[in-house]
Every structure is written in structure tokens, then in C-alpha cells.
């Protein structure tokens, strides 16, 4: 039989720390470059786009597309980055709740 009391402790405990790193993930910032680092960004781990660089070289009409492409690019990177760290930070958060495989928080 399951120790309810037990799971409801771990379960508060549990939001806490989520709470917690919920606040700490908006001051975590991730980059990412595209382009031989031609375009980089910066994002909040939470993906707020913090500042974005582009090499002067990059800055021509003809061009346009490219540096377009480049920017997606580079905010995808970021991104992927943003979600591994959320996620590597959710496993910490959770650990020891005895979830089953695969089951993602929060809801």
C-alpha cells in the first residue's frame, strides 16, 4: 500500500522547488549561432529573445533571405539549448517522486 502521507510531502516539496526554478529560469540565458556564429541570439531559458548580433558583412538588400534564415537558425539552436536545460532541470526537481517513464511535468 502507498504511503500517501510520504507522496504528499514529496509532492509539496516537489512544487517548491519547481516554483524556485521557475524564477531562476528567468534570469538563465542560453545562446545560440548560426552561420559560423555570423547571427547569434540570446534567449531566456523560458525563450524571451534577449539581443540578437549580426555581423555587418550579412547587411546587404541582396542578402536579405539569408540573413533571415540565419536568424531562424540561430533561435532554433537557442532554443534546443532552453529545453534541454528545462528539462535536465525538471529531472533534478523530480527526483526521488518515483514518476513513471515519460510522464512530463508539469501538466
Keep these: 500500500m502507498m504511503d500517501i502521507m510520504g507522496m504528499m510531502k514529496k509532492a509539496g516539496a516537489m512544487q517548491a522547488k519547481m516554483a524556485e526554478m521557475?524564477?531562476?529560469?528567468?534570469?538563465?540565458?542560453?545562446?545560440?549561432?548560426?552561420?559560423?556564429?555570423?547571427?547569434?541570439?540570446?534567449?531566456?531559458?523560458?525563450?524571451?529573445?534577449?539581443?540578437?548580433t549580426i555581423d555587418p558583412s550579412l547587411l546587404k538588400a541582396d542578402e536579405k533571405e539569408i540573413l533571415e534564415d540565419l536568424i531562424v537558425a540561430a533561435h532554433a539552436e537557442a532554443r534546443g539549448k532552453a529545453e534541454s536545460l528545462l528539462e535536465d532541470?525538471?529531472?533534478?526537481?523530480?527526483?526521488?517522486?518515483?514518476?513513471p517513464p515519460g510522464f512530463k511535468l508539469p501538466f
Excluded at 89 to 99: F, H, R
Aim: aromatic letters at 0%.
Design 22 to 52: 521557475q524564477a531562476e529560469l528567468e534570469n538563465v540565458t542560453v545562446d545560440g549561432a548560426a552561420g559560423g556564429g555570423m547571427v547569434s541570439v540570446v534567449i531566456t531559458a523560458k525563450g524571451v529573445l534577449k539581443s540578437v
Design 89 to 99: 532541470k525538471m529531472k533534478s526537481v523530480t527526483a526521488g517522486i518515483g514518476l
